[in-house]
């Protein structure tokens, strides 16, 4: 009998959880089940009668009932949460509120939610193109693409050349963002990243010179909060390359930390153009800037105060951007840093007491003050679509060319793409190209979608550019010397000297990952957090606890519905979670709703118990950075290949993925638990989680070699994973030479089959003095028209394979020593 009673109070207690029962529904439960405690089956059935047993029977009922009723649930429960609560929650500055309120929440919200709403991701449109957009793509990007030399561009000139600069001017690159009613291309955010992504595939340098005038800055500032004098007066030069922009934020003193800048900018009369002008003296002093060097427009951000009261009663206006072109009087500008070697432009600039009228702010006086909230609301947009675009082609280029030359490449005989070695690094390139592509073009679309995902593209940002890092890595690792060797043949040194650049611009990963993400999701994403932090945060006590009270009961009802929902998926290992779908992947759907339920409720409780100390500990919310990262990949991986029409063929990458980020899941977790400061949360968390015990397996080497020898044949495959890139099949090209060589040695795999078997077999002997192949066609191991086809494919390795040499006196540089830094002045 008590064993029954005790199921039946476990499963009506999950039941009740997993359907979120109001607490009044949970006191009846618990009157019936008292009341079935009393029932005695001894000499038959009948109720016990005793008073005490009653009372001790529906007591928790009676407990229960009383937070039914609100005033009493307030009194009781609500006030003493709240005084508590106030202290525990983290406190929200005034740039961070502002940095959580530009920002939407989409898809993390379902995920932080721990029930993701499938249909809300399928529903989100393709990541498509207009005719036009991609007439752009199909035309002058590949036009721009043909004319860049990426050696002559970060070595000889250190710069672009002219005719490619005038080029993307002519052509509006520098004014995709750019509305077309002022003359700009008006392009979509997937466009955006397309273009951004192609060019960047065929020189860093290049890509970032189109991606910043496209990302946060001038162009973006003035189309949303610029004055229609100043959109008449910049928009249309923008898009014509009439002027070129850059935005100065960053300066020695103020790196991640932006808004601690000492930039200031004091509110004054002074006489300009001939007239005493109410304006701003602005003294700053920025580094870091790029295109500053060859910029004509500079945006700057600095604190504004008001000492005299010129605009109204506040002193401390905050931070507030305005446009000042660079020719401006007392304006410093031009000197270059060189940054990782690349050749876009980047410089510091500075100014003091540089007098500049009101109408210099961008939006004017009414936007003084807002700045931080201005450049929040751009980053959202601009960071889903700009450093993921440059990340995902870095790693579809590694893909691209190091699976030509993993294939043409032999040593020990065979091709080194067919060791087991190589493979593993290789597969690896394969399934992140295909999640990261799939990421890119699912967060583009909601751009597109007006949504302005600040949360998502944090995570994006620091997901793709670290992997970047690794793909990379694992590219030059392949070509060994081939990649390590400097030269016009070199095409993947600059990608990797470059990297730290993407590492470190728009928000550093480091911060990315430990600090912002997961907090500043949490902020903003959890159904119930951001409303209570408000209502602790409010001035008045009675409206304080009112507001929260709404928010702290379906809190309770949320994180009992997590716990149940937790312990059935891990009991069950997701077999019931929800699918949208019913077909291959529908195991995959169940495992990211699993794991969403625990995201959920390990992130609830990390929150509440951390509190303000969640900035702290960054470790724990980096871990759930990387969760809730890896559920969004997983995601968006789903969804590319719904759309993609579920082609047989990359099931296997699709799967491969699934089981490297669930075994990732796992481990993040696990590192959760491992660290949680309080053992007793930490171990009902793992009990919930994981009850019985983790089973995730990545990928086997299996799975995964099979990827890698897709990817080394010419097709549809290999086109599919490294879609987006610009690709040449000359063999006078830097990457053309690979493309070419790839496809006339799979022409002669057959033919260079037998004759190593021949080799082998000591009926072709290679000398010094004669051609192997010619003596296979005398042995009558080859025919001519396959030694043709061989030599061919010989020839073409050869030159693949070559890298360049020197004369001895023609590397180093004459330039002169900097003028400024640390070692420069000690030179000077
Ligand atoms: C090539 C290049 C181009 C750039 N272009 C521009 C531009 O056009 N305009 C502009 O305004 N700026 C630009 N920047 C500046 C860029 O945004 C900053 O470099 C960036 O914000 C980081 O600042 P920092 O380099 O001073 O690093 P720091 O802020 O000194 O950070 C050092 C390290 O500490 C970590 N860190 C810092 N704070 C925290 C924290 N609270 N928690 C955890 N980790 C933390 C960071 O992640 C980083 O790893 C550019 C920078 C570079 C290198």
Redesign the pocket.
Known sequence: MWLMLTLLGIAGALTLAMRRAPVWQWALAAAVLGALTRISTENGLWLRTDVTGWVLALLPAVLLGLFAVPALRKAILTAPAYGMVKKILPRVSRTEQEALDAGTVGWDAELFAGRPDWRKLLEIRKPTLSAEEQAFLDGPVEQVCAMIDDWQTRHERADLSPEVWQFLKDKGFLGMLIGREHGGLGFSAQAQSQVVSKIASRSVAAGITVM?PNSL?PGELLEKYGTAAQKEKYLARLAKGQEVP?????GPHA????AGMRDIGVVCHDIYEGKKTLGVRLSWD?R?????PVATLIGL?FHLTDPDHLLGDTENIGITLALVPADFKGVEIGRR?Y??RSAFM?GPTRGRNVFVPMDFLIGGTEYAGQGWRMLMECLATGRAISLPAIGTVSIKQALRVTSAYARIRRQFGIPVGMMEGVAEPLSRMVRSAYAYEAARGLTASMVDEGQRPSVLSALLKYKTTDEMRNCVNDAMDIHGGRAVQDGPSNYLFAGYATTP?AI?????????R??ITFAQGALRAHPYLYAEIAAAQQADRREGIEAFDRAFSGHISFMLRNMAGSLLHGLSFGAFAATPVQHEMSRWYRQVSRYAQSFALVGDWTVAFLGGDL?RK?RLSGRMADILADLYLMSAVLRRYEDEGRIAEDRAVVDAVMRDRVHAIEQSFAGVFANFPNPVLRNLMRVLVFPLGRHSRPASDRETHRLARAVMQPGEFRDRMTKGTYVSTDPRDVTGVLEDALIKVIRAEEIETRFIRAVKKGQVVRRLDRDAITDAVEAGILTEADAATLRLADQATDRAIRVDDFAFDALGTRQSRPATGMLGEAAE
Do not use: W
């Open positions: 910043v800055g850059c935005f100065a934020l960053t790196g991640s930390d932006a920025k870091y800037i790029t295109l500053a951000a840093h940054p990782a980047n650049v470190t611009v728009e928000g550093a990963n480091i911060l990315t430990s600090l900035k960054q």
